[in-house]
Nanobody, 125 residues
Framework: QAPLVESGEGLVQPGGSLTLSCSAS????????MAWFRQAPGLERKFVAA????????YYADSVSGRFSISKDKTSRAIFLQMNDLKPEDTAVYYC??????????????????WGQGTQVTVSS
């Protein structure tokens, strides 16, 4: 089983909502945080949101703060990304990541050691 498995791919209209899920049930390492990154066509992958296992603190990119919400399932190693008020510029492949990042690395790719395969989110009318 792959360490991280994402689901929730979809096409939504601007202003709509979508929820992504990521299960880490196949991961054999200890998790300190899980996060979502996204990559739009022709652009580099960027941080979206992170959830710290110890304490449950959440971190967001400025571009999604107030619209997106990251949460963790209480009984399993799964996280969710609730995306509201979606905009065309949110269109991207969304990647789930897991690892044990130090605080200064929680918003960077280098803080994570395991990645999902990516799931496409398209916002278009």
């Amino acid at each position: 089983q792959a360490p991280l498995v994402e689901s929730g791919e979809g096409l939504v209209q601007p202003g709509g909502s979508l929820t992504l899920s990521c299960s880490a049930s196949g991961a054999t390492f200890e998790i300190g945080a899980m996060a979502w990154f996204r990559q739009a066509p022709g652009l580099e992958r960027k941080f979206v949101a992170a959830f710290r296992w110890n304490g449950g603190r959440q971190y967001y990119a400025d571009s999604v703060s107030g619209r997106f919400s990251i949460s963790k399932d209480k009984t399993s190693r799964a996280i969710f990304l609730q995306m509201n008020d979606l905009k065309p510029e949110d269109t991207a492949v969304y990647y789930c990541a897991a690892g044990r990042p130090i605080l200064s690395s929680i918003r960077t790719e280098g803080g994570y050691t395991s990645w999902g395969q990516g799931t496409q989110v398209t916002v278009s009318s």
